[in-house]
């Protein structure tokens, strides 16, 4: 059975960065899972109605898909992760083939939330970052990546994003194992986290 390593935290506190830096730090014996790519598929309304959709809001997530998926990557089976497509608010018609690993890394801002998904997860970290500079990197990313306006990304920001993470996102940080502050700047809390990751493989391989 793989070791399926969650990581959680608001929007633009680094979980990307983090996921990332297990994965690097394990080269071939791990894959990413990406929450957002499990956006429920509302291809059934217009586009100016998927706009107005609240996409922090845990409701938002096809976790049914997400925990059938990973239940696969666990039995060694692969499985075709959706692509999500910002600019559309819709999946996109293509998938991504992901085939199991060692370690199976799941980011997302809602992945404790769901007690079905933490079900799910042997390893719980929390990314604790600083609500302004989560602000600016969602500023930074949206309109540069997700080409939003500029008054968009801050008019969602108030209206879902800052209440969604104060009434969802940071009280499931009471169900985390591991509370990591900066994220990716924080090479101490990455080494440790790193550290259990590998000594939790050696121990698999030797049973």
Do not use: W
């Amino acid at each position: 059975m793989p070791l399926v390593v969650g990581i959680c935290g608001g929007s633009g506190s680094g979980k990307t960065t983090v996921a990332k830096a297990i994965a690097d730090a394990i080269p071939n014996q791990s894959v990413i899972i990406a929450q957002d790519s499990y956006y429920k598929d509302n291809k059934h309304l217009p586009l100016s109605e998927r706009a107005k959709l609240n996409y922090d809001h845990p409701d938002a997530f096809d976790n049914e898909l997400l925990i059938t998926h990973l239940q696969m990557l666990q039995a060694g089976l692969p499985i075709e992760q959706p692509v999500y497509d910002y600019t559309k608010h819709t999946r996109a018609p293509e998938v991504v083939v992901v085939k199991p690993a060692e370690v199976v890394i799941l980011e997302g801002i809602l992945i404790l939330h769901d007690p079905r998904v933490r079900e799910q997860l042997d390893l719980k970290i929390f990314v604790d970052t600083d609500a302004d500079t989560r602000l600016i990197r969602r500023i930074m990313r949206d309109v540069k990546e997700r080409q939003r306006s500029l008054e968009s990304v801050i008019h969602q920001y108030q209206s879902s994003v800052k209440p969604m993470h104060e009434a969802f996102i940071e009280p499931s940080k009471h169900y985390a194992d591991i509370i990591l502050p900066e994220g990716g700047h924080n090479q101490i809390g990455l080494d440790v986290i790193i550290a259990k990751i590998r000594m939790a493989l050696t121990e698999d391989l030797s049973k």
